[in-house]
Nanobody, 123 residues
Framework: QVQLVESGGGLVQAGGSLRLSCAAS????????MGWFRQAPGKEREFVAA????????YYAESVKGRFTISRDNAKNTVYLQMNSLKPEDTAVYFC????????????????WGQGTQVTVSS
């Protein structure tokens, strides 16, 4: 079992920055690929970014490429999402997710999910 707890969401003006954190429980964090997804009201959950087990590979949705950066600290059992140049269309609940020994862009590929953290970008 892996438990995930997101933090760092909030209200920010367009053009601003936020850093989301996702703390994982358990001793096997370094065996999991990690992903960030988001869901806006009335929309489906969508892929944002993912990072491989080792942290050596990162993947991004086109809509956030160049603005968001995913990273992980296996010693702290934490994955981060640095979000810069935020836009109103980035407003959503952001979820982190864990997939054992793999990483992907599809929600069904992830076994564990956090409860989400709200990000609101005002124009």
């Amino acid at each position: 079992q892996v438990q995930l707890v997101e933090s760092g969401g909030g209200l920010v003006q367009a053009g601003g920055s936020l850093r989301l954190s996702c703390a994982a429980s358990g001793r096997t964090f370094s065996s999991y690929g990690m992903g960030w997804f988001r869901q806006a009201p009335g929309k489906e959950r969508e892929f944002v970014a993912a990072i491989s087990v080792s942290g050596g590979s990162a993947y991004y949705a086109e809509s956030v490429k160049g603005r968001f950066t995913i990273s992980r600290d296996n010693a702290k059992n934490t994955v981060y999402l640095q979000m810069n140049s935020l836009k109103p269309e980035d407003t959503a609940v952001y979820f982190c997710a864990a997939a054992r020994l793999r990483v992907g862009r599809k929600a069904y590929e992830y076994e564990y999910w956090g409860q989400g953290t709200q990000v609101t970008v005002s124009s």
